[in-house]
């Protein structure tokens, strides 16, 4: 980098939060392109939440790093779009446990193709090893940080 590039000077959230915003706004246009225009971002962290067996809303909301009430806003709108299901939970109980649909998993597959696609460019444009130092650096600075428990990567609602 030129040291007169601003972005030489500009303090490390902002430059982190950029990179992020770009990254992820690529994503999702290319997702939207694929025929998901109706998710956003936050509904992929809702997906990724209740990959496996599901959850509760309490564990949802938790796993999120959200109120028990906005993981309920978005179990529902979900469940009316069809990518998930609330079925009786395995252990009895009133508890009901959210689940993925078949849907949301067409849909987690193509963001994954979507996803690898967006990084092996990002690997040709930077340098697969230079994209490989960058992803060592901030699992380094999440360390150091967040130590062994990794905090929940809050959707903006």
Partial sequence: MHPDDPLARTELTFVLGMAFQLVVAEFVRRLDAEGYAELRPAHGAV???LRG???TSTELAERLGVTKQAAGQMVADLEQRGYLSRVDHPEGGRRRLVVLTGKADEHMAVAGQVLYKLEAELSARL?????????????RLIRELAGTDLPPLRPAW
């Fill in 47 to 49: 997906f990724q939440a």
């Fill in 53 to 55: 067996r599901g959850a």
């Fill in 127 to 139: 340098g697969e090893e230079s994209l490989m130092e960058l992803r060592v650096a901030l699992s």
